[in-house]
């Protein structure tokens, strides 16, 4: 019983230190997302990333050809403003996603 025990305890320890540490959640942002979006919603742009994001939907009919793009934006804390950050496209079986998080580098077209 006391190797149980004894093994039970070490494991224990064992996750504890190697277990990753979890971010600081960042404070909900100021003000409400663009209207017509989705609300603010809590997104972990990696393990140890978590960002406020909303996402603003567009859909449309071109010539019988259906479409639909949806923007995505994360609150930057620093600069205190909204931020683009990614884009998804979708026309008639033709998809397409630019992501421009977090240091802007990629060519998403406006």
């Not at 320890?13 to 989705?38: D, S």
């Not at 009919?61 to 949806?70: L, P, Q, S, T, V």
Request: net charge negative; proline share 9%; hydrophobic share 40%.
């Amino acid at each position: 019983m006391r190797r149980v025990a004894t093994i039970l305890a070490l494991v224990a320890v064992l996750m504890a230190l190697f277990a990753p540490t979890a971010a600081a959640t960042p404070a909900p942002p100021p003000q409400p997302p663009y209207e017509g979006c989705t609300d603010w919603s809590l997104q972990y742009m990696s393990p140890d990333d978590p960002q406020w994001v909303f996402s603003c939907t567009e859909t449309g009919d071109e010539y019988g050809i259906a479409w639909e793009r949806i923007d995505e934006y994360y609150w930057n804390a620093e600069s205190s403003q909204v931020m683009w950050f990614a884009t998804t496209f979708w026309e008639d079986g033709w998809y397409t996603y630019c992501n421009l998080y977090p240091s802007g580098i990629g060519a998403c077209d406006a």
